[in-house]
């Protein structure tokens, strides 16, 4: 113990395991602090029922399925969607539990940030996660603009809904709308902080409650007019209107099923608003997936038999045509605008728990220092338990981004497209990095994967190889110009934009996070000399400094 910690009863010294309590890591000159090496700052306001509502809100899985279903009605129509959502599924399971493994040990807004700084080691932690963090916010950010950009789809729709004789659609009304959800949903989330959980509960209940009703009307209603089982589940190749032979335009269309359950790192980023983030978080993302899936996977199914003209449906990968499926499952306007406007509610949820997440995400690379104007991203408003700053700067890039499908009639794809490469990769480089330091960083948390823990991230891994691979294919073929797939320029630009960063600024002036102090403990690892004592894992001793 050093003469700048405070000598305290052991029963109630947290940071020496004498209690309970999960959520101080270490303490530093007599500051206990989480596991990120910081002290609290963020209100630790959400249980397990509302990072639950988060996890299911921002997944919003039923929804974002059916909402970009233009990414995958080309790519062997229903059957693609449906067998292409349980693909994704398959693979989405590794990534969950290896997250959910990392998440348990060492539970920080940064996240995979963090955890690639921790994985690589002394030598390599520093650079590897300044990139990781980099990838994983700037896919974040692509996430949220297409999570915006379906909103105010939706409710474009609903005005069209009434007025399908004298709408003429046009990209901008899309946009203005996308700027309204957008900064609606910022304002919300800095001034309403202390309601967001409520917000969130009230988004898993449009969710759940929300997916059932909405299944069971486009199912009941005109039962007659039915889809055949073929059309459902058989007719792959009359609908593969790619270009792509079969098997590859299926395995492109897997972009839909990634994109409905694509987010299992999305509540890591809450991990220092949670009191029992280590039990909490692997819960959490084993409900989205879990019940993300079976709400998706029924609504597909649902789809599949409620339409009755897919020419209808293949205006272009830009448009909206959930709305024109629940017309053809209901023939009543009136049904249509109800189904649009649960849709909308549990949307708009989805959009406040997104700009919460990117928020956290961006203010986590801020504090340590990762990002230009740190000492002002990096602020955090304690009365309104708020990071403002970085909350008001994610949403001006997103109001930028949202702006794209004005000039590209594959826009939306690259939105979903560009989420789904980014974030993998930045989820696969710290499981590569634990894989290759032989996993021997991180205390074991209250969910360890053991023995399977190797085998389970190099399945991921391989997994999010070939995937990110095919998601930059082409869409159809031949190809245009406009109509290319951009995600691999989109992956090499955020990368070549980290990597002048890093040359600029953060070669010299990035320390690294502070996770390196409390959890790399090689010889090599650079000591400290501030007085930190650490709580002690499993496997490994008091570090006194």
């Given at each position: ?21 999960e959520?101080?890591?270490a303490?530093d ?12 700052q ?12 988060i996890?299911l809100?921002?997944?919003?899985a ?17 059957p ?5 959502l ?7 399971s ?10 348990s ?8 940030y963090h955890w690639?700084?921790i ?5 390599w932690?520093r650079?590897?996660?300044f ?22 789809n939706i409710?474009?729709q609903?005005y069209?809904?009434?007025?399908q ?17 957008l900064?609606?949903?910022t304002?919300f ?7 967001v959980p409520?917000t969130?509960?009230c988004?898993?209940?449009?969710v759940?409650?929300?997916?059932i009703?909405t299944?069971?009307?486009?199912s009941?209603?005109?039962?007659g007019?039915?889809?055949s ?18 098997g ?6 897997v ?8 987010t299992?790192d999305a509540?890591?980023?809450?991990a ?22 079976l ?9 599949g ?6 020419s ?6 830009n ?5 024109a499926?629940?017309?053809?499952a209901?023939?009543?306007p009136?049904a ?5 406007f ?7 949820c989805c ?7 990117n ?9 340590d220092n990762?990002?230009p104007f ?5 602020q955090v408003?304690?009365g309104?338990?708020?990071?403002i700053y ?12 949202g ?5 590209s ?18 989820y696969?480089?710290p ?29 991921a ?8 691979i ?40 990035y320390?690294g ?6 959890y790399?403990?090689d ?7 501030t007085?930190v004592?650490?709580?002690p894992?499993e496997?490994?001793p008091v570090?006194?400094?």
């Amino acid at each position: 113990m050093t003469k700048n910690t405070p000598i305290v009863d052991e029963k109630k010294n947290p940071e020496l395991g004498g209690i309970d309590d999960e959520t101080v890591a270490a303490v530093d000159q007599g500051v206990e602090v989480n596991a990120a090496g910081y002290r609290d700052q963020l209100k630790r306001q959400y249980g397990l029922l509302g990072i639950v509502g988060i996890a299911l809100t921002v997944d919003n899985a039923w929804a974002a399925l059916g909402s970009s279903i233009s990414v995958s009605i080309l790519n062997r129509g229903p059957p693609g969607l449906i067998f292409g959502l349980i693909v994704a599924v398959f693979w989405y399971s590794f990534i969950g539990l290896s997250l959910a493994e990392l998440a348990s040990s060492v539970p920080t807004a940064g996240g995979v940030y963090h955890w690639a700084t921790i994985a690589a080691g002394p030598n390599w932690g520093r650079t590897v996660g300044f990139f990781t963090g980099w990838i994983n916010f700037y896919g974040w950010m692509f996430d949220l603009a297409a999570l915006v950009q379906i909103t105010a789809n939706i409710l474009v729709q609903l005005y069209a809904t009434y007025h399908q004789d004298t709408y003429v659609p046009d990209s901008w009304h899309v946009y203005v709308t996308y700027v309204g959800v957008l900064w609606i949903s910022t304002i919300f989330v800095i001034f309403a902080n202390r309601l967001v959980p409520y917000t969130q509960n009230c988004g898993m209940f449009f969710v759940v409650v929300g997916g059932i009703i909405t299944i069971i009307v486009i199912s009941a209603m005109q039962p007659g007019n039915h889809a055949s089982n073929h059309f459902v589940w058989g007719s792959f190749e009359e609908n593969n209107l790619t270009g792509w032979q079969g098997g590859v335009a299926f395995l492109l269309g897997v972009l839909n099923g990634a994109f409905t359950i694509g987010t299992p790192d999305a509540i890591t980023h809450i991990a220092e608003e949670l009191p029992q983030p280590k039990k909490d978080l692997p819960k959490a993302i084993g409900l989205q997936l879990g019940l993300g899936f079976l709400y998706a996977f029924v609504f597909a199914i649902a789809l599949g038999y409620a339409i009755t003209d897919l020419s209808a449906l293949q205006g272009g990968i830009n448009t909206y045509p959930l709305a024109a499926i629940y017309q053809q499952a209901t023939g009543s306007p009136g049904a249509t605008f109800g189904l649009l406007f649960i849709l909308f509610l549990s949307s708009m949820c989805c959009c406040v728990g997104t700009v919460l997440t990117n928020s956290r995400t961006y203010w986590a690379l801020a504090r340590d220092n990762a990002v230009p104007f740190s000492g002002i991203f990096g602020q955090v408003n304690e009365g309104l338990s708020c990071p403002i700053y970085a909350t008001l700067f994610v949403s001006i890039i997103a109001t930028g981004l949202g702006a794209i499908p004005l000039g590209s009639s594959s826009a939306f794809l690259a939105l979903t497209g560009s989420f789904i490469v980014l974030t993998t990769v930045s989820y696969a480089i710290p499981f590569t990095a634990n894989l290759v330091t032989g996993r021997k960083y991180f205390p074991p948390g209250p969910f360890h994967l053991g023995k399977f823990g190797s085998v389970i991230n190099l399945i991921a891994v391989l997994l999010i190889t070939m995937f990110d691979i095919l998601f930059c294919f082409p869409y159809e073929i031949p190809t245009t110009v406009e109509a290319m797939n951009y995600n691999s320029v989109i992956l090499v630009g955020t990368v070549t934009l980290s990597a002048l960063w890093w040359i600029i600024h953060a070669s010299r002036h990035y320390p690294g996070p502070k996770v390196m102090k409390l959890y790399i403990h090689d010889d090599s690892a650079p000591r400290n000399s501030t007085g930190v004592t650490e709580k002690p894992h499993e496997n490994s001793p008091v570090i006194e400094k």
